[in-house]
């Protein structure tokens, strides 16, 4: 694994880079305080096994350039769009958890040519008739996973949004399939406290085809 600084016009993006293949850009989470590219460090290596990974400090986060104001969720997926062509990464695969969830479905919204799946982790979304509609828009395939116990943005999102997106499949984890060593204050972030499952189940997506 290996760190770079990629620079945008909106500022310079610090991100963990790892494998080869086609690429696979990593979205974290809102809060500063718990979120950066580490979010993903039970990931990383299951899916760098066949992609060219980016596991990024968003915009304001980690070691990245720190804009004053923070940006808002079409900020950081304007930049990221940017990130991609500073890196000529085109198509790429988009894994967004939480607020990064977000971002990701605006980056597919504003430059769908560019996406060619898009995995939503325990992931945010606009419910209102307008979010839902731009929702129907997304094409490429999608993976949608939870924690069944998630007490951020409960469950029952999964549901929405599988049913917005029209080519999506949902995946909800149990508390069974919770790793042994998962924090157990810790109910929103399946891809840390199902990383077992988590991996087995995102890898074999973003392999398959079609």
Known sequence: MEGKFIQTPSGTFHAMLDGAGA???????????????????KNIAALAAHHRVYALD??????????TPRLDARGEANALIELLDA?????????????????????VGTAPARVDKLVLVDSGY???????AR??????????????????I??????ILGD???????????????????????????QETHAREWNKVVTEFLSANG
């Open 23 to 41: 690429a696979v850009v990593l979205i974290h989470g809102y809060d500063p305080k718990f979120n950066s590219w580490r979010t993903w460090q």
């Open 164 to 190: 917005a997106i029209p080519n999506s499949r949902v995946r909800v984890f149990k508390r069974d399939e919770r790793d042994p060593d998962a924090n157990p204050e810790n109910r929103h972030w399946s």
């Open 87 to 107: 890196e000529k990464i085109t198509p790429v695969s988009l894994i967004g958890l939480s607020w990064g969830g977000a971002i990701a479905q605006t980056v």
């Open 58 to 67: 968003l915009l304001g986060y980690g070691e990245s350039d720190q804009p």
């Open 154 to 159: 409960p469950v029952a999102g999964a549901k």
């Open 126 to 132: 606009d419910g209102s008739e307008r979010g839902i």
């Open 135 to 152: 929702l129907n828009k997304i094409a490429c395939p999608t993976l949608i996973v939870w924690d069944e116990d998630d007490v951020v």
